[in-house]
């Protein structure tokens, strides 16, 4: 019994002695950054077709929220405040084709649905 508690002490401070710890440095170029904000910005301003699924009170477009997130998980949502109300829309096409299709699925689904054309940019 008295060699089996020795055998255990001496792994476990063999263990413990061979422990390492290190310290991880990441060297990375300045131009990377640069480059995710460059693809950041042209990300979020570049035109895409939407759409918006209703509108209504706060309460009401999270209720539409929930639902559309359960019948078409693949498909990112959001909620938009144009005054006076919130509008939820979903999709991010660039395309007008991808745009319809998805669509008629969603407009099956929901009826007021209605498919939202780029905003014309100021460039």
Not at 19 to 40: F, H, M, P, S
Not at 92 to 113: G, H, M, Q, S, T
């Amino acid at each position: 019994m008295k060699t089996l508690l020795y055998t255990i002490i001496f792994i476990c401070s063999l263990s413990y002695s061979f422990a390492q710890t290190g310290r991880v440095n990441i060297e990375q170029d300045e131009k990377i950054d640069e480059l995710l904000k460059l693809y950041k910005s042209s990300n979020s301003s570049s035109d895409y077709y939407r759409i918006q699924v209703g509108f209504g009170s706060f309460a009401k477009a999270q209720h539409i929220k929930s639902k559309v997130e359960i019948d078409f998980p693949g498909l990112a949502s959001k909620i938009d405040f144009d005054s006076p109300t919130y509008r939820v829309r979903v999709g991010r096409f660039k395309n007008k084709l991808d745009a319809e299709r998805k669509f008629l699925e969603v407009r099956a689904k929901y009826p007021d649905a209605m498919l939202l054309k780029p905003k014309k940019s100021s460039k």
